[in-house]
T-cell receptor, first 112, second 115 residues
Framework: EAQVTQNPRYLITVTGKKLTVTCSQN?????MSWYRQDPGLGLRQIYY???????DKGDVPEGYKVSRKEKRNFPLILESPSPNQTSLYFC???????????FGSGTRLTVV | GESVGLHLPTLSVQEGDNSIINCAYS??????FIWYKQESGKGPQFIID?????DKRQGQRVTVLLNKTVKHLSLQIAATQPGDSAVYFC??????????????FGQGTTLQVKP
């Protein structure tokens, strides 16, 4: 089944404790992206990658890092999480320009 | 600036009626649009898309209309069912700054279906 898998689904952590949210897709998509979803603010792009070793900032990149060492994986790293990063995170992939995203199921992160 | 917006945050319809969800976009250069459905606790799910060389596209019980003159997009759901209750987002493909795969999302409309 074609899908985007992200883990974990739920995570509660403390301020400053580094964490990684994993994302993997099995559709051989070149484009992958991370979004966060917040009430009243909608879906906002954090980082994106157009191919292996090609990543760039989206609209809200502060406090996040990503890497793209393999085509299928695109982890999101929070080096020092803060409470304002409490949010619902989605990984998504597509074939690029003119194609829709396939989304993962989401990771609900709470930073206390 | 670019924005994709929906006219109403909440739409309540009777089961069996038709639903129309609207969206306005501001980037006249956008040429690809998508509607997504998001159920509680789940990721957004693709419903239907349309390219700018079309003004109408139909799927199963859903129709998307695109009016490029007024930069307006709508999603019509026929014979709305309780399972259609969800948040609906429109999205446009952003051609700016080389981020060619990027989608910009509207705020979402919550569709409530009354039995």
């Amino acid at each position: 089944e074609a899908q985007v898998t992200q883990n974990p689904r739920y995570l509660i952590t403390v301020t400053g404790k580094k964490l990684t949210v994993t994302c993997s897709q099995n559709m051989n998509h070149e484009y992958m992206s991370w979004y966060r979803q917040d009430p009243g603010l909608g879906l906002r792009q954090i980082y994106y990658s157009m191919n292996v070793e090609v990543t760039d900032k989206g609209d809200v990149p502060e406090g996040y890092k990503v890497s793209r060492k393999e085509k299928r994986n695109f982890p999101l790293i929070l080096e020092s999480p803060s409470p304002n990063q409490t949010s619902l995170y989605f990984c998504a992939s597509n074939r690029g320009l003119g194609y829709g995203y396939t989304f993962g199921s989401g990771t609900r992160l709470t930073v206390v | 600036g670019e924005s994709v917006g929906l006219h109403l945050p909440t739409l309540s319809v009777q089961e069996g009626d038709n639903s129309i969800i609207n969206c306005a976009y501001s980037n006249s250069a956008s040429d690809y649009f998508i509607w997504y459905k998001q159920e509680s606790g789940k990721g957004p799910q693709f419903i239907i898309d349309i390219r700018s060389n079309m003004d109408k596209r139909q799927g199963q019980r859903v129709t998307v209309l695109l009016n490029k003159t007024v930069k307006h997009l709508s999603l019509q759901i026929a014979a709305t069912q309780p399972g259609d209750s969800a948040v609906y987002f429109c999205a446009e493909n952003n051609h700016g700054s080389g981020n060619t795969g990027k989608l910009i999302f509207g705020q979402g409309t919550t569709l409530q279906v009354k039995p």
